[in-house]
């Protein structure tokens, strides 16, 4: 069974730097795309960023291009995004997310399995 665990988020200050990290398991993820989305309070959810898990080709949403870099590291099975530059916009839950397929899809009905989130709050 696929699990997603992303962990990371906690409270930083305008300004600050931030990784989060989102720990794989219960199969191999060769055939799969990794994608980063955030959620603020009373909004939709947003697509940061993808990769896929083999061959490592990035895309990104509008809000996450710039300041914000997607990545995974095969041999610890695990995704990260770090973000710079951090605003007080940013404050939101950030959640990791998997679909079996390369295809970068920007819609949070597209992908299957889900971490459980992550707190992210940006202070002046």
Known sequence: QVQLKDS???LVEV????????????????GYGM???????GKE?????????????TTYGYSGQGRFTISRDKDRNTLYLQMND?????????????????ESL?????YEYWGQGTQVTVYT
């Open 45 to 57: 959810r947003e697509f940061l960023a993808h990769i896929r898990w083999v061959g490592e080709m």
């Open 106 to 110: 920007h819609g949070a009905d597209d």
């Open 15 to 30: 300004g600050d730097s931030l990784r989060l990290s989102c720990g794989v398991s219960g199969r191999t993820f060769g």
């Open 86 to 102: 951090l605003r007080v916009e940013d404050t939101a839950v950030y959640y990791c997310a998997a679909r079996y397929g390369f």
């Open 8 to 10: 990371g988020g906690r």
């Open 35 to 41: 994608a980063w989305f955030r959620q603020a309070q």
